[in-house]
């Protein structure tokens, strides 16, 4: 099983960036898929969630602003981050069943 996580990058706040998980080696439908984060000095914090069924769940702080989603054909997980604010800088992991990605940077600064 492998997760590959991309689209990370350096935007200034109120931008966007789209982030991509990719899975392979298991059945991707029946998969609960998480995106987490971790900011220098803090603890690894739940950002979004889906299930099987599509049902969402997201940390109060990106509510209305980050949108998880997910393609069962291609075997993706997306999380859409607009309205990026400077408290979003952190490494961003993907994981599935106690199974992590490498994660990806996002640097949000002026």
């Known amino acids: 099983v492998q997760l590959q996580a991309s689209g990370g990058g350096s935007v200034q706040p109120g931008g966007s960036l789209t982030l991509s998980c990719r899975v392979s080696?298991?059945?991707?439908?029946?998969?609960?898929m998480r995106w987490y984060r971790q900011a220098p000095g803090k603890q690894r914090e739940l950002v979004a969630s889906?299930?099987?069924?599509?049902?969402?769940n997201y940390t109060d702080s990106v509510k209305g602003r980050f949108t998880i989603s997910r393609d069962n054909l291609k075997k993706v997980a997306y999380l859409q981050m607009n309205s990026l604010r400077l408290e979003d800088t952190a490494f961003y992991l993907c994981?599935?069943?106690?199974?992590w990605g490498r994660g990806t940077q996002v640097t949000v600064s002026s």
């Open positions: 889906i299930t099987p069924e599509f049902s969402t």
């Open positions: 994981e599935t069943g106690q199974r």
């Open positions: 080696g298991i059945n991707f439908r029946v998969l609960y």
